[in-house]
């Protein structure tokens, strides 16, 4: 069962930055920069990073909203991006997205059944349309009556049900989940992971979960990979992710996950980044990570580390020059 349903390959995505009286191309943002994933079918990749790291911008382009600058992206072992018109109709049925906000992805002046039923009417399968958004709603937790109400009458919860009973509604195999509960009440947050566990179960989906931080996906995720101005700076299954991590970047992340143990919570340090995050289109020289690193050295100003296993051949790829180990982490700094 480790067949690759996505797989992105050397993935980039550079919007020009226009200026001048010629409004000449300056320089480019380098959201995705040279990014490589893959997803097994079935399993949930999780993906994290700061706000401005990349996160929608690589869940556009797999999606197809938006043509990248170079790279490939396959799905069930077939390059999409040379796809016709007709053959992108066919494959956005196995690709859907639920996105961030549930406030402005839902027109306000559409019906919450007429949402959810919009995508059959595009794909013609209008055959018992009222029956089959009436099984959506009550999938994802959503009541029959609900279905004449508009966007404003229902709560944020359910309004990302309604979200996500629309992206399920044409069978897909593939949800990227764009920062599903960020917008969402911390109570409400965990009926919608629950829910979402549950349709993957359920419709044998496999997931892209897109999170701010560690601990959304801490219990979601197979695999999780974590992003920093554009880059992937660190994936490997869950259970190597939390244990082991490697990447000084992500140990900041970890350490910024509150223990639930009040003692532990206090004993142990908290790694506080210097510095600002830099822009993407001035990404640093080296090592993007280096200006805001405990441990950089000389070279990470000057040299880009690959993001390659370090130890055994676990698929537990770390992009640094001088990553972690247990007795290093200790001693990180406060
Ligand atoms: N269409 C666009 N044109 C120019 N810059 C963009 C565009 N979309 C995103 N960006 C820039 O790309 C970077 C990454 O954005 P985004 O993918 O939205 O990050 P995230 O979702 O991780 O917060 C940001 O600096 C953003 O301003
Ligand atoms: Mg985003």
């Not at 079918?41 to 600058?69: D, F, H, M, N, W």
């Not at 170079?70 to 956005?92: A, P, T, V």
């Not at 399920?168 to 829910?195: G, H, M, R, T």
């Amino acid at each position: 069962m480790s067949e690759a349903l996505l797989e992105i390959r050397d993935l980039n995505m550079h919007f020009p930055i226009k200026g001048g009286v010629f409004q000449k191309t300056k320089k480019h943002v380098k959201a995705v920069n040279g990014v490589n994933l893959s997803v097994n079918k079935g399993e949930t990749l999780g993906i994290v990073g700061e706000s401005g790291c990349g996160k929608s911008t690589l869940a556009r382009t797999i999606v197809g909203l938006q043509k990248p600058t170079s790279g490939d992206i396959l799905f069930e072992g077939e390059s999409i991006l040379h796809y016709s018109h007709k053959e992108m109709h066919q494959l956005r049925r196995n690709i859907q997205m639920v996105y961030q906000d549930p406030y402005t992805s839902l027109n306000p002046r559409m019906k919450a059944g007429d949402i959810i039923g919009a995508p059959l009417k595009a794909y013609r399968m209008t055959n018992n349309l009222e029956r089959r958004v009436k099984e959506l709603m009550d999938l994802v937790g959503l009541k029959a009556d609900d279905y004449h109400k508009l966007p404003h009458q229902f709560s944020g919860g359910q309004r990302q049900r309604i979200g996500i009973a629309r992206a399920i509604a044409l069978n897909p195999k593939l949800l990227i989940l764009d920062e599903p509960v960020s917008a969402l009440d911390v109570s409400v947050q965990a009926q919608v992971i629950n829910l979402l566990e549950d349709l993957q179960k359920e419709l044998n989906l496999t997931y892209v979960f897109i999170a701010h931080d560690l601990s959304v996906i801490k219990h979601t995720a197979d695999k999780v990979g974590v992003m920093y101005l554009g880059k992937v700076m660190e994936i490997s299954d869950s259970e190597s992710f939390y244990n082991n991590a490697r990447h000084p970047y992500t140990n900041a992340l970890l350490s910024a996950i509150p223990l639930p143990d009040p003692e532990k919570e206090r004993m142990r340090e908290r790694i506080v980044l210097s510095g600002e995050l830099p822009s993407p289109a001035n990404p640093p020289t080296g090592c993007v990570f280096h200006t805001r690193c405990p441990f950089a050295q000389e070279n990470c100003k000057t040299n880009t580390p690959l993001l390659e296993a370090k130890d055994a051949n676990d698929g537990h790829l770390v992009s640094c020059f001088y990553p972690l180990n247990t007795e290093k982490k200790q001693l990180i700094p406060e």
